[in-house]
């Protein structure tokens, strides 16, 4: 069973920019599709982006793109989420998760989640 471990994340000022990473243990992820989720305070969780398991798919909702980044290192076993210019309304916890079920940004079609990472963006 793969287990996916989080890292990276913190309190960065507006404008600035954070690397998350999700690597997994207990087996590949070199077959799975990666998503990205966000959870603020009182809100559902969010569709960021994602990356198929070769990495020649990614997918980001229109708030976040041209500003972050998903990229994928199957060496490695390991995800990362890439996130520049960062704006107060991105502060959340964020979550990478897997599926082997095609690309879907519902969150609901992943079934292997990460524990979480908190992101603070100070205005």
């Known amino acids: 069973q793969v287990q996916l471990v989080q890292s990276g994340g913190g309190l960065v000022q507006a404008g600035g920019s954070l690397r998350l990473s999700c690597a997994a243990s207990?087996?590949?992820?070199?077959?799975?599709?990666i998503g990205w989720f966000r959870q603020a305070p009182g809100r559902e969780r969010e569709f960021v982006g994602l990356?198929?398991?070769?990495?020649?798919?990614?997918r980001y909702i229109d708030s976040v793109e041209g500003r972050f980044t998903i990229s994928r290192d199957n060496a490695k076993n390991s995800v990362y989420l890439s996130m520049n210019d960062l704006k107060p309304e991105d502060s959340a916890v964020y979550y990478c998760?897997?599926?082997?079920?095609?690309?879907?940004?519902?969150?609901?079609?992943?079934?292997?989640w990460g524990q979480g990472t908190q992101v603070t963006v100070s205005s």
């Open positions: 998760a897997a599926t082997d079920s095609g690309w879907s940004p519902n969150r609901h079609g992943y079934d292997t």
């Open positions: 207990g087996g590949t992820l070199s077959t799975k599709t």
């Open positions: 990356i198929s398991h070769r990495g020649g798919i990614t």
